[in-house]
């Protein structure tokens, strides 16, 4: 069966700082791969995805980015964190041969600024 | 551009009671739609997806309906149970997902 892992869960890191987070699928070959943010008091806001290595396609302006160095990996990566990036970050993997396949979530991390 | 809408925000029932949470949505161009729960600073946990030629799907107590000429999906839960109590949210895929902003359920002893 096919299995998400994020980490970490818990993350608190100063203004100004690098992030790297992590995202693994494992059971499945190219596989779809989204990162999404929860803001509080916000809803799901989908940030980047991919359908295959090296491709990556952004949804919203920001001062994040993403990455895919192999085909189950999945990083998001700050140079240098601001405020507003704190939130609730979360994976999800879809079967990548059509677009009504269902979407698969991690446990997510929750990333706090100071 | 699509917007999905869930009302109420929050419920707040008694056990054992039948409940629906709604779920609108704009443009009915999409693939189909995926109700979840998510647990208190968890991830999220896929309960039901309609597939946009369908009209509901069902597992155990839960039964969703879709209606894209009104825009409208609903989640039935029957004879709800304390360990229901989470947050419910739907999403429209339309090549991508679209989420609402979530219904809070507590379902009190």
């Known amino acids: 069966s096919q299995t998400i892992h994020q980490w970490p869960a818990t993350l608190v890191q100063p203004v100004g700082s690098p992030l790297s987070l992590e995202c693994t699928v494992e059971?499945?070959?190219?596989?779809?791969l989204y990162w999404y943010r929860q803001a509080a008091g916000r809803g799901l806001q989908l940030l980047f995805y991919?359908?295959?290595?090296?491709?990556i396609s952004s949804e919203v302006p920001q001062n994040l980015s993403a990455s895919r160095p192999q085909d189950r990996q999945f990083i998001l990566s700050s140079k240098k964190l601001l405020l507003s990036d704190s939130g609730f970050y979360l994976c999800?993997?879809?079967?990548?041969?059509?677009?009504?396949?269902?979407?698969?979530f991690g446990d997510g991390t929750r990333l706090s600024i100071l | 551009k699509q917007e999905v809408t869930q009302i109420p925000a929050a419920l707040s029932v008694p056990e054992g009671e039948n409940l629906v949470l709604n779920c609108s949505f704009t443009?009915?161009?999409?693939?189909?739609l995926q109700w979840f729960r998510q647990d208190p600073g968890k991830g999220l946990t896929s309960l039901l997806l309609?597939?946009?030629?369908?009209r509901e799907q069902t597992s155990g107590r839960l039964n969703a309906s879709l209606d894209k000429s009104s825009g409208r999906s609903t989640l039935y839960i029957a004879a709800s149970q304390p360990g229901d109590s989470a947050t419910y949210l739907c999403?429209?895929?339309?090549?991508?997902?679209?989420f609402g902003q979530g219904t809070t359920l507590q379902v009190k002893p």
């Open positions: 991919s359908v295959g290595i090296g491709q």
């Open positions: 443009d009915s161009a999409i693939y189909n």
């Open positions: 309609i597939q946009s030629s369908q």
């Open positions: 999403a429209c895929n339309t090549g991508k997902l679209i």
């Open positions: 999800a993997w879809s079967t990548g041969t059509a677009s009504n396949q269902p979407q698969h």
């Open positions: 059971g499945t070959s190219n596989p779809n």
